[in-house]
Nanobody, 115 residues
Framework: QVQLVESGGGLVQAGGSLRLSCATS????????MGWYRQAPGKQRELVAR???????NYADSVKGRFTIARDNAENTVYLQMNSLKPEYTAVYYC?????????WGKGTLVTVSS
């Protein structure tokens, strides 16, 4: 069983920044991939960013150039740095870890961007 604890969400004005963290209960050194997803009210959950064990990343088109995903294997944590936030980014952000073929989701952290 993998425990994921997300933090860093909150209320921010448009143009502001937040950094989300996802701390895991297992070593992430070989976990591939890890990712952040989000779900806005009335919408489906969507991929925001993903990072492999080798450090390769990919992003949703809507956040390219604004968000950066990173992993700290020593701290067993994955981060999402979010800059130049827009109101349409308001959502619950979830961390996903695929561990031995099983998807583990965190409980989510709410990000609210005011205009």
């Amino acid at each position: 069983q993998v425990q994921l604890v997300e933090s860093g969400g909150g209320l921010v004005q448009a143009g502001g920044s937040l950094r989300l963290s996802c701390a895991t209960s297992v070593s992430i050194r070989s976990i591939d991939p890890m990712g952040w997803y989000r779900q806005a009210p009335g919408k489906q959950r969507e991929l925001v960013a993903r990072i492999t064990s080798g450090g390769s990343t990919n992003y949703a088109d809507s956040v390219k150039g604004r968000f950066t995903i990173a992993r700290d294997n020593a701290e067993n944590t994955v981060y999402l740095q979010m800059n130049s936030l827009k109101p349409e980014y308001t959502a619950v952000y979830y961390c996903l870890v695929v561990y031995y073929g099983i998807n583990y989701w965190g409980k989510g952290t709410l990000v609210t961007v005011s205009s």
